[in-house]
C-alpha cells in the first residue's frame, strides 16, 4: 500500500518561504511521476505540481509558475516543494500524490481520492 508523509508546513509572512518534504513508501519510487496538490478552505483541490519519475520534466500550475520549485531525491525517495515568494492566497493544505499520478506537458492531476495527512500552509498578509 502506498504511504505518503507531507511535512514542512507552516505560519509565514508574505514574501517569505517555506520548502514542503514529502516521503513516499510503498512503490518504487524512482518510477513513480509525482506531484504536489492543494485544496484551500471552500475551494476543490488542485494540482500545483508535477514531477518526472527523473525529475527531468516538471510542470506548474500557473498560480505557482516562477515562484514554486518541485524536485525529488529517489536515493532518499523524497519530493520537495521550493516556495518562494508566498502570497496569502497560496494559504492551503497541502498533499503529494505519489499514485495514479496524471502528469502531461500541460496538465498535472490525479485519479482517486486517496490522500495524506497533508501539511498546512499559512501566509498572513
Known amino acids: 500500500q502506498v504511504q505518503v508523509v507531507e511535512s514542512g508546513g507552516g505560519l509565514v509572512q508574505a514574501g517569505g518561504s517555506l520548502r514542503l518534504s514529502c516521503t513516499a513508501s510503498?512503490?518504487?519510487?524512482?518510477?513513480?511521476?509525482m506531484g504536489w496538490f492543494r485544496q484551500a478552505p471552500g475551494k476543490d483541490r488542485e494540482g500545483g505540481s508535477c514531477?518526472?519519475?527523473?525529475?527531468?520534466?516538471?510542470y506548474y500550475a500557473d498560480s505557482v509558475k516562477g515562484r514554486f520549485t518541485n524536485s525529488r531525491d529517489n536515493a532518499k525517495n523524497t519530493l520537495y516543494l521550493q516556495m518562494n515568494s508566498l502570497k496569502p492566497e497560496d494559504t492551503a493544505m497541502y498533499y503529494c500524490?505519489?499514485?495514479?499520478?496524471?502528469?502531461?506537458?500541460?496538465?498535472?492531476?490525479?485519479?482517486?481520492?486517496?490522500w495524506g495527512q497533508g501539511t498546512q500552509v499559512t501566509v498572513s498578509s
Open positions: 500524490a505519489a499514485r495514479d499520478v496524471v502528469f502531461t506537458p500541460t496538465r498535472c492531476a490525479r485519479r482517486g481520492n486517496s
Open positions: 514531477i518526472s519519475w527523473s525529475g527531468g520534466s516538471t
Open positions: 510503498g512503490l518504487t519510487f524512482n518510477l513513480a511521476n
